[in-house]
């Protein structure tokens, strides 16, 4: 019987490096990745315990990834943010933690200025609803959205 469990455990936890090499995961994620896959509870507690003693699952440094990783590639809004992290397990008091830092106008300019490029013919109507409702989807507010565009539409005019 040991030697059956103990199967089960080193599959477990081969299983979790596998899914860790793409990207760092949530404990959440890794524990649901692992149920689905019709791994015991058992294995799986063993398996999440040795990889937060290797530190290899670690929900702070997770939450702090996902931040870089978005402001970096596809900023998003401190709301936006918080809504994927609670998705993805984080417990309130690390995503406040982690969310604390945003600045809501230099993502919404970050986020807006990829966009600006496909704009470049669009008369003030339509720059202002592209814009807006791309900022918007990014879960921007009223009023960041709105400085945004009228900044970006200024700065496009200025260099024309």
């Known amino acids: ?6 199967s089960s455990y080193q599959s477990c936890l081969d299983a979790a ?3 860790l090499s793409y990207r760092p995961r949530s404990e959440f994620e890794l524990k649901m990745h692992l149920r689905k896959k019709g791994f015991p509870n058992s294995s799986i507690q063993d ?12 929900d702070l440094a997770f939450a702090q990834f996902w931040k870089e990783n978005r402001e970096s590639f596809s900023p998003r ?5 918080q809504r994927e992290l609670r998705q993805k397990g984080i417990a309130p008091y690390v995503i406040a933690e982690v969310a604390e830092g945003i600045e ?5 300019y970050k986020a807006a200025q990829t966009r600006v490029r496909k704009l ?4 003030y109507d339509n720059f ?7 900022l918007k989807q990014r879960g921007f507010s009223y009023e960041v959205t709105r400085h945004t565009v ?3 539409w200024h700065e496009r005019n200025e260099d024309a």
């Not at 398996?47 to 670690?58: A, H, P, S, V, Y």
């Open 150 to 152: 009228n900044r970006l």
């Open 77 to 81: 809004s401190r709301r936006m943010l």
């Open 120 to 123: 470049t013919s669009a008369d």
């Open 1 to 6: 019987m040991r030697a059956i469990l103990d």
């Open 17 to 19: 490096y596998r899914y």
């Open 47 to 58: 398996t999440l315990l040795k990889l937060k003693e290797q530190g290899l699952l670690d």
């Open 104 to 108: 809501e106008e230099a993502s919404a």
């Open 128 to 134: 202002c609803r592209k814009l807006g409702a791309f």
